[in-house]
């Protein structure tokens, strides 16, 4: 609808700079978001930025839409900053742009600038739901924990509807301290107010608790309707049979994780072909591949998932691809390049930590190793 409306205004004034500039974010955001993950939607980000430029060269959303660009689409987060800082020359309270440099620094992994930042968003506009959430965010990649609780709490009571608050806070818990109990009534507490049915990142939010919790007939139920045929968020990309044969691995059903498996990478192997810079894709299928016990080829794509978008580059989304490939490794054997993997990933912001490493069955594997015991034993 707001494509259409922008769309709209700079087919009725061609000269309409801003709504150039809002267009070229909108359609950077679509392709960031995976909506539309295409070329086509790339240069419909860069035309209307450079129009809106051109148009007018000092508007500050006209920078904004340009970093936007190359934050989205091409993940060049500092020709990104340049154009935000561009944009701040003018407009130094400009929300939008002080969110890009905030959003650049989070992405570079320098989470102190960008708690700076994101604090003083909120303080500017305390009623953004998105403000207020990425602060919470950014508290949780710095581990200041108790502070990204209450943040998180400020958030859900700004939109109590919004399944997002629930889930982050459920996560929380268990990089926190391992808290199945109030990361489960965290999901509750959602569902008793009515939100979270229907959201697929809930759905899988919900799951993971489960199987953390040693309830895997739970989790696997929870599948049995059969959608989402995938689960798909900027950090993952899984489809439902490769989550079932996790679990029914857990549950010591060997023939029916490999039936899984093999349907898992059927179709990630045909989006792979679709789409084969994707690197939550490529890790995806390492990981069917190491349960289908194709050793070579599972770690091949796990460190190509890598490959593809460095830890140097970005410093929120590769851990998770560190994580996968650390989970390839533990699969097929190779315990002590997934001990390593775990250290590196215990160093930064990651989705482990040492609770989750105490809770994840994906780990059992690696607990009589002296490498992993001492691991967890001093970071705690």
């Known amino acids: 609808m707001a494509e259409q409306m922008f769309q709209r205004a700079v087919d009725l004034d061609p000269t309409f700079a801003k709504a150039f500039a809002k267009l070229g974010f909108l359609h950077s955001n679509i392709y960031w978001e995976y909506y539309d993950h295409t070329e086509g939607r790339v240069q419909k980000s860069k035309q209307a930025a450079e129009r809106a430029l051109q148009l007018d060269p000092d508007l500050p959303d006209a920078h904004g839409a340009m970093g ?25 309270n400009n ?22 930042y994101f604090e ?29 609780e209450q943040t998180y709490n400020r958030y859900i009571n700004l939109v109590p509807d919004v399944a997002e608050g629930y889930y982050n806070k459920s996560l929380l818990y268990l990089l926190w301290r391992g808290d199945i109990p109030r990361a489960r009534g965290a999901l509750e507490d959602a569902i008793n107010r009515g939100v979270g049915r229907g959201d697929a990142t809930f759905l899988y939010c919900t799951i993971m608790v489960d199987v953390l919790d040693g309830k895997f007939s739970q989790a696997a139920g929870r599948l049995e309707s059969g959608e989402p045929k995938v689960f798909s968020y900027q950090q993952w990309y899984i489809p439902r049979e490769m989550i079932l044969a996790q679990i029914h691995g857990y549950m010591k059903q060997p023939e029916k994780q490999q039936v899984l498996f093999n349907a ?25 591949l190491a349960g289908l016990g194709r050793v070579d080829e599972a770690i091949r794509e796990g460190k190509h998932a890598i490959d ?20 390839i490794y533990t699969m097929v054997g190779h315990n002590e390049a997934a001990i390593h993997m ?23 594997p690696l607990r009589n190793n002296p490498r992993f015991q001492k691991l967890i034993a001093e970071k705690k």
């Open 68 to 92: 936007w660009y190359y934050y989205h689409c091409l993940r060049d987060f500092e020709k990104g900053r340049q154009e935000f800082q561009r944009g701040l020359n003018t407009d130094p």
């Open 95 to 116: 929300i939008d742009l002080l969110l890009g440099i905030a959003s650049v620094d989070r992405r570079q992994g320098h989470f102190a600038e960008a708690t700076t």
């Open 120 to 148: 003083r968003i909120v303080n500017i506009d305390p009623r953004s739901p998105g403000n207020m959430e990425d602060l919470a965010n950014t508290y949780l990649m710095s581990t200041r924990f108790a502070e990204a």
């Open 264 to 288: 898992a990478r059927t179709i990630l192997e045909r989006d792979v072909r679709n789409h084969p810079d994707d690197p939550r894709m490529r890790s995806s299928l390492g990981i069917c």
């Open 308 to 327: 593809l978008v460095p830890l140097s580059v970005e410093a929120l989304n590769t851990p998770y691809r560190m994580q996968d490939l650390a989970l």
């Open 342 to 364: 775990l250290e590196k990933l215990l160093r930064i912001f990651s989705p482990v930590t040492v609770p989750i490493l105490h809770l994840d069955p994906a780990w059992n």
